[in-house]
């Protein structure tokens, strides 16, 4: 499909030799069906955006944009859809090099290499997109002057970034390959020096890979001309050692020898050879028997690391990112493995499994949290980049990590940073009062009283319900009352709680228990509690009441007469609560019956039988202090009733 401009007309090169001029002219040609075509993908790509957007987690719906402005293959289109996708899901490694494939297939390297590198910032644990990347590289710089200096850098970099990774043997071998190629046996030697010290999966393979590399060269051109030097030395110390007490015949012998060979200069030697010379003399063999043997002892001690770690790698069966959970015995695996590397690795290799475990647990918010405590003792800043990770990109509504992240910066005095750690978390999880209640708490423990009162006022008057508005009304109350010593704001808040909701008990709690704070005022707390007892509140909610009322008439009343009168008050309450549990068991009684076929032995057809449940004793209650016993004599409104303190928050 030819190039449209933003209007959508077709622009096409007509060739015209101008009198005067002789130079190409671009002449607009408006193509109905084209631009009939073009308007159909704009449709066809809004719904498929539609789709992310009213749902960024949707996996799927994203697969199928991609896919979609794939297949069309207009860089700036796909780009934007790439760009937004890896906002979400960075670790899908696959998705930057079909990135990367795009935009160097629009003739835009640079761009490509870009993509890649931003990739590999994102996930720098693939080794798939390492060799990727490796491979544009080389495709794109084997013709320049420093060509192969800036290939070896990119596999520098690979190394360093994953070459501890357990699997991370294709990688090594792509770069010694690629040093083979070039005939740079030294650094082909230096890197299986640094290869056969790490425990990698295939780490026996590499081994026999080394000795037939050493055993198929010549030792002077694999090693350092020291290291060459050192080893020949020793080898000829040995020599002499054991040569030295033979006889004088065996000197003769070896002096006519030596007059047979070459003279000085005409031969090169031993461990020396150039191509085609002879490689197979004592001297040469013994160097090349000691190059390996050297590097046995350390074979033999990655050999010991790697069985330790065999069975938690066996354990991997999902090494890379994917929405869908990992099993229980996967996630189990991934856990022990990390205690494991904790206890007994080194720092470096700690945090190298670290980083493998979150691209596969990228979704668990106890790996993330797991990761940020082992960091802690070692950077601060590691510790803020794994919140940031975990909070910005893969869990934005997981709000416990957040509180975590909030916490660390506190903890380190970063207030603002906490402060908007909190509000961006409400500002995507809004109405959960756990969250509101630590931004006031924030706030509150760095004197920021103004603002404390404000978040109140505008939670209560922004409540979804009169429940959570009473929630926050008490909340509000407590904290005028402790921390400002404000009684009176205190209660003005909780009175008009009660304008709106006259049927929460636990508003009435917390006005008792401010106004039993300090010095009671008897008639006051009569007065809530008649305020209470007179409300809409149920039977069972204003017996209750009336027990704490006898309770505090017989600990603190002054007047016999007010005691005996609440007495009466609440034997009458008794008979009524009696009374509507009975109607309630019978009523549940019947609708049980109704439910069940009717039988027909020995009745008529139709025909029920109910039998009442024993009814309840209507007894009064002759010993009121029967009734408090075991009543709890503070009055805490959480400790009073385990039914209200049983759920701290309200539903969110």
């Known amino acids: ?193 640094r290869l056969i010290a790490i425990p990698t999966q295939l780490y026996s393979h590499h081994f026999d890979n080394f000795k037939t590399f050493i055993n198929e060269n010549i030792p002077k051109e694999c090693l350092t001309l020291d290291e060459f030097l050192k080893l020949r030395q020793v080898i000829i110390s040995n020599q002499e050692a054991d040569t030295a007490g033979e006889d004088e015949d065996t000197n003769q012998d070896a002096e006519t020898l030596a007059d047979e060979v ?62 869908k959970p990992l099993e229980k015995g996967q996630l189990k695996n991934w856990k022990e493995y990390l205690d494991f590397e904790i206890e007994n690795g080194s720092h470096e290799r700690v945090v190298v499994l670290f980083e493998r475990c979150m691209v596969a647990c990228a979704l668990y918010e106890e790996f993330w949290m797991k990761y940020a405590k082992y960091l802690e003792p070692h950077s601060v800043e590691g510790v803020r980049n794994v919140f940031k990770r975990a909070c910005n990109i893969h869990l934005p509504k997981k709000p416990s990590i957040h509180m975590h992240w909030a916490a660390f910066e506190e903890r380190r005095g970063n207030f603002a940073a906490a402060c908007d750690i909190l509000k961006n978390l409400e500002q ?120 704490r009322k006898l309770e505090f008439l017989e600990d603190f009343g002054t007047s016999i007469d007010k005691l005996l009168q609440t007495y009466d008050e609440h034997q009458k309450l008794v008979k009524e ?9 019978l009523e549940n009684a019947g609708d049980a019956g109704t439910n069940k076929k009717a039988k027909v032995n020995g009745q008529r057809e139709g025909s029920l039988t109910v039998t009442s449940p024993t009814a309840p004793p209507t007894t009064p209650d002759t010993s009121y202090y029967n009734s408090w016993s075991g009543y709890p004599h503070n009055y805490n409104y959480q400790g009073w009733s385990s039914g209200y303190s049983s759920q701290y928050y309200p539903p969110s």
Not at 283 to 289: D, G, W
Not at 577 to 585: D, G, M, V
């Open 1 to 193: 499909m030819a190039d449209l401009d933003a209007s959508g007309t077709d622009v096409v090169l007509v060739e015209q030799t101008a009198a005067n001029t002789g130079c190409l002219v671009r002449e607009e040609v408006y193509n109905p069906e084209e631009a009939t075509e073009e308007a159909n993908v704009s449709e066809e790509l809004e719904k498929y955006w539609k789709t992310v957007k009213e749902n960024p987690s949707d996996f799927t719906g994203w697969t199928y944009l991609l896919q979609f402005v794939e297949q069309e293959g207009k860089v700036k289109t796909a780009a934007e859809a790439f760009d937004a996708f890896f906002k979400h899901y960075p670790y899908c490694y696959g998705y930057w090099k079909k990135y990367a494939d795009l935009e160097n297939k629009n003739n835009n390297p640079d761009n490509a290499e870009q993509v890649f590198e931003h990739g590999l910032q994102a996930v720098p644990l693939s080794g798939d997109l390492w060799l990727h990347y490796i491979n544009f590289i080389i495709n794109t710089y084997k013709n320049e002057t420093k060509g192969d200096a800036k290939i070896r850098s990119i596999f520098e970099k690979a190394i360093t970034a994953a070459g501890t990774d357990f699997r991370s043997d294709k990688l090594w071998d792509t770069y010694i390959n690629w040093e083979k190629e070039k005939n740079n046996l030294r650094n082909v030697t230096a890197l299986y020096d």
């Open 262 to 323: 070459a003279p000085p200069g005409d031969e090169v030697p031993p461990g020396m050879e150039t191509d085609g010379a002879k490689t197979d003399e004592p001297e040469t063999k013994a160097v090349r028997k000691k190059i390996i043997e050297i590097r046995q002892a350390v074979h033999q001690q990655t050999e010991e690391e790697v069985s330790k770690r065999w069975a938690f790698e066996e354990g991997i069966r999902r090494p890379y990112f994917h929405v």
């Open 428 to 547: 995507t999880m809004s109405g959960l009062a756990l969250l509101s209640l630590r931004r006031i708490s924030l706030k509150r423990r760095h004197g920021r009283t103004n603002d404390v009162k404000q978040m109140y006022t505008d939670y209560i008057s922004s409540a979804s319900s009169t429940d959570v508005a009473g929630f926050y009304s008490i909340k509000y109350a407590r904290f005028l009352a402790k921390v400002c010593g404000d009684l009176s704001a205190a209660k003005s808040v909780l009175t008009d709680a009660l304008d709106k909701d006259e049927k929460n008990p636990r508003i009435y709690l917390q006005l008792l228990d401010l106004e039993m704070s300090g010095r009671a005022s008897e008639d006051n707390i009569l007065q809530v509690f008649d305020q209470a007892m007179g409300s809409g509140l149920s039977t069972e909610d204003k017996l209750k009441f009336s027990r």
């Open 577 to 585: 609560a009696n009374a509507e549990k009975k109607k309630r068991q």
